[in-house]
């Protein structure tokens, strides 16, 4: 594992591949490729502020990012799930992760915390080559937590490159994402992601 680094240095949009994992991915990622098929329909506004169903939380909608029309998951896109995403997603601490079996815990320092994620990772079988490119410690709001970067290939051959923000608050641990396909990552939708974590609001229960 890369040793980790500060926050500001990894915001700059350059990804450092790692070593390779022979790894696969969390079947939410494979889900929304699927997903990219048929059920990306746009709901709501292209900007503005949304709630997320029974999620504790609310955010931003950057400007010509669309809301995906799916109720398990909370997805921002600008031109589809297999160009870019943002992917907002909350879990109980108690409900262990589906390949790995781990639970994610409180008051775990940025390195553990982001094993507890990549260890998820490198269960799945859905993706090939998994890299992690970097692991530092990160803040969301005023909520203390970690940040990954990562690629990986899927079983199609799709390559994507992604950046991912998780912590815990209360009894549930909160994950952002941004993934995009090799040829659109880019640094205007690495700002248009970073505007919507300075909008992550936790709603009162957890806040």
């Known amino acids: 594992m890369d040793e980790m680094k500060s926050e500001s240095d990894q915001r700059k949009g350059s990804f450092q591949r790692g070593p390779v994992k022979k790894a696969r991915s969390t079947r939410i990622l494979l889900a929304l490729l699927l997903m990219?098929?048929?059920?990306?329909?746009?709901?709501?506004?292209?900007?503005?502020?949304?709630?997320?169903g029974s999620h504790n939380f609310t955010i931003q909608h950057p400007e010509g990012w669309k809301k995906l029309n799916t109720p398990k998951y909370y997805i921002l896109t600008r031109d589809g799930c297999f160009k870019q995403y943002i992917l907002a997603q909350q879990r109980p601490l108690d409900k262990p992760f589906k390949h790995s079996k781990a639970l994610m815990k409180k008051g775990l320092p940025p390195q553990e915390g982001a094993q507890v994620v990549i260890d998820e990772i490198n269960a799945d079988t859905s993706v090939r080559d998994f890299?992690?490119?970097?692991?530092?410690?990160a803040t969301v709001g005023l909520h203390q937590g970690f940040r990954i970067t990562w690629s990986y290939t899927t079983e199609k051959g799709y390559h994507f490159l992604g950046v991912y923000y998780g912590f815990v608050v209360g009894e549930w641990f909160y994950s952002l994402r941004y993934n995009a396909s090799?040829?659109?990552?880019?640094?205007?939708?690495?700002?248009?992601?970073?505007?919507?974590?300075?909008?992550?609001?936790?709603?009162a229960a957890d806040s």
């Open 131 to 137: 890299r992690v490119g970097a692991i530092a410690p």
């Open 36 to 52: 990219a098929t048929g059920a990306c329909s746009p709901v709501g506004q292209m900007s503005g502020s949304s709630g997320a």
């Open 182 to 203: 090799e040829k659109y990552y880019c640094d205007a939708d690495l700002t248009a992601f970073q505007d919507v974590l300075s909008s992550f609001t936790l709603k």
